[in-house]
């Protein structure tokens, strides 16, 4: 049986925001300095860029970036310069992707976020000169991961009944 196709209604820039706000504080989650937390912010970054490439657009990602590096104590411009690379190839694919289902969809997102965590991994090895472990990448899978529960969570609000009701205003 095939799956659905819906009809997006057009997104709220107030709930784009807050997913966002929520996903950067999940980031907030105090885990420490575990190995494979999912970057929410990363996740929902591309997400936004690929669904909506107008709205949400590199200078939020540089931003968002910034937040991050003062969140985590970091080099300064550390994540801002991640997801600003993230932002700009995931806008750059943006229509290639949304062809396909949200399982393949993680196929192409994965590599975006695996470059993203090896840039900060170059900064990090500029600065201090220590690798971290090959571990360090298994965030950038979990993340993939977990791109079609984002995708159905953050397009819910969004989707329209497949059956009309002609009672109903859209």
Do not use: C
């Not at 997801?83 to 393949?104: C, D, E, G, M, Q």
């Not at 000169?129 to 965030?139: E, Q, R, T």
């Amino acid at each position: 049986m095939s799956q659905p196709h819906y009809i997006l209604l057009p997104v709220s820039p107030f709930f784009i925001v807050t997913s966002l706000v929520l996903a950067f504080l999940l980031n907030f989650l105090p885990l420490g300095n575990l190995f494979g937390v999912p970057d929410f912010v990363a996740l929902a970054l591309v997400f936004w860029n690929i669904h909506q490439p107008r709205k949400v657009g590199i200078g939020v990602a540089f931003m968002m970036g910034l937040l991050m590096d003062v969140h985590t104590a970091s080099l300064l411009g550390e994540n801002a310069l991640a997801y600003t690379l993230l932002s700009y190839f995931a806008i750059t694919i943006h229509r290639r992707v949304l062809w396909f289902r949200p399982l393949v969809q993680a196929l192409h997102v994965f590599p975006l976020l695996l470059m993203a965590q090896i840039m900060q991994l170059v900064v990090q090895l500029l600065v201090s000169g220590k690798f971290s472990g090959w571990s360090y990448f298994l965030s950038s899978v979990l993340t993939a991961a977990l791109w079609p529960v984002a995708t159905w969570i953050l397009l819910a609000p969004q989707r329209r009944a497949i059956d009309r009701d002609d009672t109903r205003p859209i």
